[in-house]
Every structure is written in structure tokens, then in C-alpha cells.
């Protein structure tokens, strides 16, 4: 049996690539322009990704480097695309969709698979994603996409994203669901497990203060915290409160100014999902990352567990 290889493009720490090294494929190059994640990614891989510009990357040359490349993934930066969008359809890096296709023409993969959050579906009224089905089935790919929640597929977390695999010699098929709703009915007929659980997750973990560090469990440290917000989160009920239940004197200056935004500085509930996990996931004043029951945001190894990282996956 041939060993099928991949690269990964927009491969930040690795988080793609660690899914598709457990399925059993060998990563051979990666690509980003952030060098402290590379770090990470070169750590945990033993591959040293390039470290560059992607718009600005000769992908014709890399691909007579690598030969044959079985696999491409991708995963382009999203944040124009989300629904916190400041720039929203202005900002450039939305057009890094067409770098990726880019990177399809040269490198020529059996089988190109690609990830973003789904506001990209409606993006410029579809125009990204109408060009990128368009422009992949001119390269002769068969294609399947649709929005797909992780949580679904085992991550105890509710992160909804289109996917999209495309193939040059078979139909693709989009995974099926292997988990649902604890009120669905295969979960009920025990057709699907029951999704997985912020206390499925982290309840092991021992306890830590606000800016503590764990001796032996790696990356399980937390973001110290100002006064006011301590005060503030001791007052917030546990598992599942909101900083609305909590007296309005404590909140900052700048939550009194208007009505909303209440999953900042919320605690996340035991026995549910978590909510979608962003970049500023350790600091409880990003969104609703407060520990369920521990007066602090949520540890470093506690957000990489809710994103579905093994506890020997190390971020440097």
C-alpha cells in the first residue's frame, strides 16, 4: 500500500495537520507566515515549515521540490469572514480563497481539502464560495461541501465550518456524523454517541488560580487577571453564569455603555458544549471562557482540549 502524503498551507500550529498524521498520512512541507507558530508546528512534527507570505510564494517551484503530493489542505485565515469581522468583505485576507487555488494549479493534489468558518457561504452574496466551487471544477475536480459542526464529530465544542473536499478521481463524500444532540433521536436510539461535554474534556484537569502555572502538565497555565475583573468573575454564578447575573457595579466602565456582548465574561456550563473557541480564548474577557466553577479564564490545555489536541501536543 502506497503512503499517501500531504501539505499543509496556512498550517499555523498544525492543528489540520495533526488530524490528517492520526489518519495516517505523512505531512511533507507546510506553509505560513507566522514564525512562532511554526515553531510549534516544527516541534510536534519533526518538519520545519516555510516560513513566508503566501501571496508572495512561488508555488510552482515548491511543487517540483516536493513531487508527487497526494493531499493539499488548507485552511486560509477567517477572521473576514466571521461573524466578529471588523473589515468584514474588505478585508484583503479573504482573497487568500484564491491563494489556495493557487496552490491547487501548482502542486496538482489528488485531492484538495479546504476549511473556513461559514460565513464565507454568504460572503460578498456567495461570490467567494461560487468562484471557488467554479474555478476547482474547471481543474477537473469532483466536489462536496456543506457547513459541518465539530461538534458532531466528537469535539466538545460548537464550531460550525464549511468543508470542502475535492477529488479528481472519485465522488467525495463528506463524513457522517459520529455524535448529536443528547435530545436527538439516534442519539436516543443509540445510533450516534451523545456529544461530548465541556466536563468530558477538562473535568480531570487539577485546579490553578489566575496566573498559575502547572509543574508537570504542560501548557496547563492561566492569564493573570486585574482585581476588578477577579471581583467581577467571583460574582458570576457558577457553571453557566452570565456576567448579567452578576451586580451591575462590577462590571467595567465599558459594559455599562450598551446592551449586549453577554458571553463576555461568562462561565462555561459542565454538561454542555463549549462555545466557539477563538484566538483570545484564555482571556475570559474575549467571550464566555471563564471555568465553570474556578474563579479564573480557562487554562492554555484546557482550550487546546476543547479543540480536541491531546494533552502531547505542545505549544510553544
Not at 511554526?38 to 513566508?52: D, G, Q, S, W
Amino acid at each position: 500500500m502506497r503512503e499517501l502524503c500531504f501539505v499543509d498551507i496556512f498550517s499555523g500550529a498544525g492543528g489540520s495537520t495533526l488530524g490528517f498524521v492520526q489518519a495516517g498520512f505523512k505531512p511533507v512541507g507546510a506553509l505560513d507566515n507566522d514564525k512562532n507558530a511554526a515553531k510549534t508546528f516544527e516541534h510536534n512534527f519533526r518538519l520545519e515549515p516555510i516560513v513566508e507570505d503566501a501571496r508572495k510564494f512561488d508555488f510552482r517551484k515548491w511543487a517540483k521540490e516536493l513531487g508527487d503530493v497526494h493531499v493539499l489542505v488548507g485552511c486560509p485565515p477567517c477572521q473576514g469572514f466571521s461573524r466578529m469581522k471588523r473589515n468584514g468583505d474588505k478585508d484583503p485576507r479573504n482573497n487568500l480563497v484564491y491563494v489556495y487555488l493557487n496552490a491547487v494549479r501548482a502542486l496538482k493534489p489528488e485531492v484538495a481539502v479546504f476549511e473556513n468558518v461559514k460565513g464565507m457561504v454568504r460572503a460578498l452574496n456567495g461570490m467567494y464560495l461560487e468562484v471557488f466551487l467554479s474555478k476547482m471544477r474547471r481543474m477537473r475536480f469532483k466536489v462536496a461541501w456543506d457547513v459541518l459542526n465539530a461538534a458532531d464529530y466528537g469535539v466538545p465544542q460548537r464550531r460550525k465550518r464549511i468543508i470542502i473536499i475535492a477529488s479528481k478521481k472519485t465522488v467525495p463524500e463528506l463524513p457522517q456524523p459520529t455524535h448529536g444532540s443528547p435530545s436527538d433521536k439516534r442519539v436516543k436510539e443509540g445510533l450516534l454517541k451523545p456529544w461530548r461535554t465541556v466536563r468530558d474534556a477538562i473535568y480531570d484537569l487539577p485546579p490553578l488560580g489566575p496566573g498559575e502555572k502547572h509543574p508537570s502538565i504542560p501548557n496547563h497555565q492561566t492569564k493573570p487577571l486585574p482585581e476588578n475583573w477577579l471581583r467581577l468573575i467571583k460574582a458570576i454564578p457558577k457553571n453557566g453564569g452570565s456576567r448579567k447575573d452578576a451586580p451591575k457595579e462590577l462590571w467595567l466602565p465599558c459594559h455599562r455603555k450598551h446592551n449586549g456582548h453577554y458571553d463576555v465574561f461568562g462561565r462555561l456550563s459542565w454538561d454542555k458544549l463549549s462555545a466557539t473557541l477563538t484566538t483570545g480564548c484564555w482571556d475570559p474577557s474575549r467571550g464566555r471562557f471563564v471555568h465553570p466553577e474556578q474563579d479564573r479564564g480557562l487554562s492554555l490545555r484546557e482550550c487546546a482540549r476543547l479543540q480536541g489536541f491531546p494533552d502531547s501536543f505542545i505549544f510553544l
